[in-house]
């Protein structure tokens, strides 16, 4: 009897912080303005050198930035709404560049399942302020 009360006491409590929790979860947007603070935009660029840029982090329905450091790369793609953070992204690239012509296809890492394609577009460097 003691364990069904504890047990009851603990859900109630899962379902009393879940609201708060989802209310406390950041939209794609509000992601990638935190990760610009303190960063100005430059001139977008059509190519980046992908030698220094290797790391990328996919930004729910919102963008793909690339690099890392002083400077990051954001391309908000033709098609955001297709970008979940949960995929990985397979680049075909022509080059030690990456392009906005090069193709970009999504898979879900877990099962290598396809999932999309993504259409970049200019790349937009953000440095930060000194």
């Known amino acids: 009897m003691r364990l069904i009360a ?3 006491a603990l859900a109630a409590a ?3 912080a879940g609201p708060s929790v989802a209310a406390e979860r950041l939209t794609g947007e509000a992601k990638l303005a935190k990760m610009l603070e303190g960063r100005v935009a430059g001139e977008p660029r059509s190519c980046i050198n992908t030698f220094t840029n290797r ?6 329905e919102t963008a793909v930035v690339y690099g890392r450091g002083r400077t ?5 793609t033709a098609n955001p709404d297709d970008l979940n953070r949960w995929d990985a992204l397979l680049v075909r690239q022509h080059g030690p560049q990456l392009c906005r012509q090069d193709i970009v296809t999504t898979f879900d890492p877990s099962t290598g399942m396809y999932t999309g394609n993504v259409f970049l577009t200019d790349f937009v460097p953000y440095t930060r302020a000194d």
């Not at 990051?72 to 908000?76: A, E, K, L, Q, S």
């Open 14 to 16: 899962a379902l009393a």
């Open 72 to 76: 990051i790369w954001v391309n908000r």
């Open 55 to 60: 790391e990328s982090t996919v930004i729910d």
């Open 6 to 8: 504890t047990a009851a």
